[in-house]
């Protein structure tokens, strides 16, 4: 998604290459001292957060915002205190006992051809790939990524495992069902080894089929989406950040699906739990020309 990706996810975005953030003046965070057991998962307690409380952030744009965070959701139990960056590619996470990570990238037509070999030799090991979108515009055709089976194969063959985004500009449940369909029809033949991904973005700077989409439906397509994958036999995940947590999508009603996280910031700004982090739109990776969205995979130890 490096190029035209995830710069959507944030504020209000743009179609390519999504943003995240993170405020100095962050307040009200959940302890990472304490965690318990919530639904199998490891989540950050804090005895004081039993109401709703507010959290600044700062989306990509460098806007600032005031979240009302629901302390009943799946929080994370990552601690920042074990993350190291450097720069805009190196990033490091040692020293907690319950998890440890793994790196990856995001790919698209925009990188043309990637070195995979040389890719899994500097440590990447995972990747995902676009393999659709929808047009912005008023039409909204269903566009199959150019370089999708190039890259899969690619991939897998150089022994990174694989998953797939969809870049969704879906109006309605129907819609997003047939973005779903189309993933499904493409992935015949493919075994994947990560989820594949409903990525809704606004598009920030020009006018879109999206612009008066609600965060209720905006919502009710990722529910339909996820679920026509699930019953297509793939495991589905949703990718945000702090500005659709906060202003988009009812999260309350999104706690089936694993979320790919995207945030640009040292650390990222959400209490609430997810798997993957997109640190990076900006990074660099042997094998890769340009710049890439850069990514990390937190595992359970």
Not at 32 to 43: A, L
Not at 102 to 112: P, T, Y
Not at 258 to 287: L, M, R, V
Request: glycine share 8%; hydrophobic share 35%; aromatic share 12%.
């Amino acid at each position: 998604m490096a190029v035209c990706l995830l710069a959507a996810l944030t504020a209000v975005i743009t179609g390519c290459g999504a943003k995240e953030q993170n405020s100095s003046e962050k307040k009200s965070m959940p302890s990472q001292e304490q965690t318990d057991q919530r639904d199998g998962q490891d989540v950050a307690v804090d005895d004081e957060r039993k109401e709703p409380y507010e959290l600044n952030y700062v989306d990509a744009y460098g806007e600032h915002f005031t979240a009302t965070i629901n302390p009943d959701l799946k929080m994370h139990a990552y601690d920042w205190s074990k993350l190291v960056r450097e720069g805009e590619s190196g990033v490091s996470y040692e020293g907690d006992p319950r998890f440890t990570i793994r790196k990856g990238v995001d790919i698209s037509k925009n990188q043309g051809d990637v070195d995979w070999a040389a890719l899994k030799e500097a440590g990447f090991e995972f990747v995902f790939i676009k393999i659709a979108a929808r047009a912005y515009g008023e039409k909204g055709q269903l566009l199959p990524d150019e370089a999708f089976q190039k890259n899969i194969e690619g991939a897998q063959a150089a022994g990174l495992d694989a998953g797939v985004y969809f870049f969704s500009q879906a109006i309605n449940e129907e819609e997003a069902i047939e973005e779903a369909d189309l993933t499904i029809r493409m992935l015949k033949g493919y075994t994947l080894q990560l989820p594949v991904v409903f990525d809704p973005e606004t598009i920030r700077d020009d006018t879109a089929r999206t612009d008066n989409v609600s965060g209720e439906q905006f919502t009710k397509n990722a529910i339909a989406f996820c679920e026509h994958i699930r019953a297509g036999g793939y495991e589905p995940m949703i990718y945000s950040n702090m500005v659709w947590e906060d202003q988009f999508f009812e999260m309350e009603r999104l706690q089936d699906y694993p979320i790919w996280y995207a945030d640009y910031e040292k650390t990222p700004q959400t209490p609430y739990d997810f798997t993957f982090w997109q640190y990076s739109e900006k990074g660099e990776a042997p094998g890769v020309s340009g710049i890439v969205d850069l990514n990390i995979q937190f595992l359970k130890k």
